[in-house]
């Protein structure tokens, strides 16, 4: 099928180290960031050390995962046979453009010229909304922060906590300024914020004729959809209007009804760090005379079958859209999601966005490299997915790129100079008795705190130490009793 | 038991004092090291910068150089996780007898710590150092060796040392190899949190497993607070009463304090 044509990557993206540049120097979204993930991070870690089956729940996460993928026409085909079966119409959509021009035909159908919507990533992903307000349909967002980011006209900066970069007393201002029938003396209190959006958004429910979802799960074997959340305006959004459109990723798809269990139990836990989420609400195509009579499905590909094709990038494919790898990034923790140009920030989207979008544009040759491969990703995701293997993976096909389309001719250089000197042991060795000496003495006994060019990304925050005046193979070497050339077998590598 | 030294080529360049450490250590306990000489490096910064197909030469040569020791001993964590977690899936990828070699060299690649505790059965190393440590269990001994708390056992056994703890000790100190450069503003504000929580444990010298986390953070950390020692373990592990204050030569020049002496600015 076809590459992502949406703005899964925003139109005016920087690379990373760039837009990372611009987030750092915002003091308050930092302080904001670091004190919710933490929170999120700890709450996280408390509850999944409650499950002494937490490492056989992430691993059946990671099977059944794997064994969709392997047969996903299989299943998808399945799924749409039993949404087909249960009264839903089932839309079939290469990429965003088709998608959106899909979702926004069904709405005009309907000749209504306001959508509530719950939160998806998949919608997000295709830009939908713009796409459907440059057609004057009105998407209402009923997520609270979801709805926060789009009355701020502003980008979600988290797959799972959207306004995580905004304090309440931003949301305060926000919703008093921008919010019809706002009180002016509205305080900032959590629980009063809610309850104001909530007053808001039910007038949209009950006027709603159309909604928008996505899902997090797709049943093959019966149908069902399943979308998992917090506040309840997903219940509302599903149950009262007349038509109801779901835009799904190809990947949601899970064989059977029971694998709900695995996912159900790994979500919540690795997502808000709760045991169960508030509602999770199930459909399975039209149940007359209760709830939406029109169901339609629109399975999305947008890029996700060139991720498929890729035996170690496919791993991404698995992604329940936890967070839980945002929320323990120590980059993430620092930059925010914006950074990352995507709807999909943080370590799973600097894997996630490149393979859908490929490597054409700078900006998505930059995500692979944002990370200190620290390991921690890794460790906390649900499916397992190895997040700093396809990272190095990523980053090797964004430098073949960059060779094919003869770019970055000096850190190649300086990679092939590398390459000759760890590989020949000659050269090696007369780089340390040469080069070591040398260095020794430009940097004395305090080291380096002003290096030029490449080498003043270190020395803005660091100094180099003193180099040794000698490698430890030449101080080997002059002690009595070692043979300068131990090694038995090793003497064949020189 | 033919014991092999992989130094690593970070530490065989800028941190050798932590090679002779190492030798020192094991010379105590009564086992002889040797040092096979066409050892270079692991591969390790070649592959996550993204050049994959440089690497597989060095993967070559380290098999070469050590596929006839019993135990090849290293301190460096980092390095260790290259050649026992990644090698294998190399060396699959690249097909032939390599996978083989491999899968019969990478266990018996051991991380310091794992020699002494695990093989060796030693905690208490012989070592005197009556100072105040922090342990910064760097990314790689943390979360892919799963080293546990074995620097800190080995360390709590050390005569006169207190072991402080460090506040939020699990996270990244920010170097990441190519991204200290290719990401220096996040990569800073990194190292920045991580020289505040090791100047908050109150210790008088940061260690950790290995070097390279701890170029990093001891070249922010000197311009915060110069009085702070950094030392890989395996130094702290080496010392002994008769050395008595012989390390303190090492540091730079502006760091020649008496430990102890009151820092400027430092907190804690």
Known sequence: MSRATGPVRWPDAEPFPQAAAVQLAKAEQRATLERVTHQIRTKRAAVVAERDDWEELRRAGERIKDRTLRHL??????????????????????????????????????????????????????????????????????????????????????????????????IRDLLAQRMPGTPSDLGDDPGELAAQARRHLREAFLRARVAVSGANFVVAETG?????????????????????????????????????????????????????????????????????????????????????????????????????????????????GHAYGSVYPGPIGAILTPQLRGMADPVDR????????CGACFEVCPVRIDIPRVLTHLRAAAVDHERRHLQNVVERTAFRAATAGLSNRALYEVGLRVGLPLAHAVAGRDGLSDLPSVGNR????????????????????????????????????? | MRLALFITCVNDAMAPDTGKATAAVLRRLGYDLEFPTTQTCCGQPLLNSGYPRPTMPLVERFVQTFADYDVVVSPSASCVSMVRETYPRLAADAGGTLAAD???????????????????????????FPHTVTYHPACHGLRSLHLGDRYERLLRSVDGLTLLDLPRDEECCGFGGTFAVKNADVSSAMVGSKVESVLSSGAQVLSTSDNSCLLNI??????RDPTVRTMHAAEILATTRADGEAWRRRLPARAQVPVGAVRPGGAG
């Open chain 2, 102 to 128: 491999i899968a019969a060299l990478a266990p018996r690649v051991l991380e310091l710590s794992e020699l002494l505790l695990d093989v060796l059965k030693v905690e208490d190393v012989g070592a005197y």
């Open chain 1, 73 to 170: 026409d299989h299943y998808l085909e399945q799924a749409e046979r039993a949404l087909t079966r249960a009264g839903a119409v089932v839309h079939w959509a290469a990429d965003a453009d088709q998608a959106n021009h899909i979702v926004h035909r069904l709405v005009r159908e309907t000749g209504q010229t306001e959508v509530v919507k719950v939160k998806s990533m998949a919608t997000a992903e295709i830009g939908l909304n713009e796409y459907l307000q440059a057609r004057g349909i009105t998407p209402v967002e009923t997520d609270l922060a979801e709805l926060v980011v789009q009355l701020a006209g502003d980008r979600p900066s988290h797959i799972v906590v959207p306004a995580i970069h905004h304090n309440r007393h931003e």
């Open chain 1, 224 to 336: 069902t959809l399943a979308v998992v959340e917090s506040e309840g305006n997903g219940r509302m959004c599903l149950t009262l209007p007349e038509r109801l459109i779901t835009v799904v990723g190809i990947e949601k798809v899970v064989p059977t009804f029971a694998d709900l269990e695995v996912f159900l139990q790994l979500l919540p836990r690795s997502s808000t760090g709760e045991r169960m989420n508030p509602a999770t609400s199930l459909w399975t195509g039209v149940t007359p005379g209760d709830g939406p009579q029109q169901v339609h499905v629109v399975f999305l590909d947008n890029g996700r079958t060139d991720a498929l094709a890729d035996p170690v990038g496919r791993q991404a494919l698995r992604c329940i859209r936890c967070s839980a790898c945002l929320n323990v990034c120590p980059v993430y923790e620092r930059t925010g």
């Open chain 1, 458 to 494: 270190w020395t803005r925050s660091r100094d180099v130490p003193p180099p040794p005046p000698q490698s430890f193979r030449a101080w080997w070497a002059d002690q009595p009793g070692t043979d300068a050339d131990a090694g038995g077998q090793g003497t064949q590598a020189s």
């Open chain 1, 366 to 373: 930059s995500l692979p490299f944002a990370s200190s491969l």
């Open chain 2, 218 to 223: 001891a070249g922010a950390l000197v311009r």
